[in-house]
């Protein structure tokens, strides 16, 4: 068991739209310049979120995405399963037919890690993810001596 590229786009894009968004939308375009992902890949997960409510797209001159809720209100486990992505350890798809139509002995293991997984994914917010990068990229910046970066977010003087 995996998590596969959706997943760790999704969740990496979801980041850089809450790190640059604000006032304005983010265009798919800079995510994708930013992060290296595809723009055709983008738009896949971008229709698979805006479906879920998880962003709004604003159409016109200026338009992108946004949140469509605080980032705090967004989990990691909101994100992966808005994208379709798998989430399950177990051999049977929690069907329990692993062995020959037959739970298998392991299948409790499994079930439970499932859980464990998802409840720890839930437990994750957005905007853990954007502070933890926050803090990174100032330490990384007091490290070199650089101005700190906003984001596309005004910081308090």
């Known amino acids: 068991m995996r998590l596969t590229t959706k997943g760790r786009f999704a969740v990496t894009a979801m980041i850089d739209l809450a790190l640059n968004g604000g006032e304005r939308p983010v265009t798919l375009s800079a995510i994708s310049e930013r992060q290296s992902i595809s723009l055709s890949y983008l738009e896949q997960l971008f229709a698979k979120l805006r479906r879920h409510q998880i962003v709004e797209s604003v159409r016109g001159p200026g338009g992108g995405y946004c949140l469509a809720r605080g980032a705090e209100a967004i ?8 994208v379709d992505e798998p989430l399950d350890a177990t051999q049977c798809g929690g069907r329990e ?6 739970r298998c002995m392991t299948h409790d293991l499994w079930a439970t890690l499932n859980r464990k997984m998802l409840d720890y994914l839930a ?15 100032a330490a990384q910046q007091d490290a070199s001596g650089k101005q700190p ?6 910081q308090a003087a």
């Open 75 to 82: 989990s990691v486990a909101d994100v992966i399963l808005a």
């Open 97 to 102: 037919n692993c062995k020959s139509d037959h």
């Open 123 to 137: 437990s994750v917010s957005l905007s853990d993810l954007v502070e933890k990068q926050r803090q990174k990229v």
């Open 149 to 154: 970066v906003t984001f596309g977010v005004a």
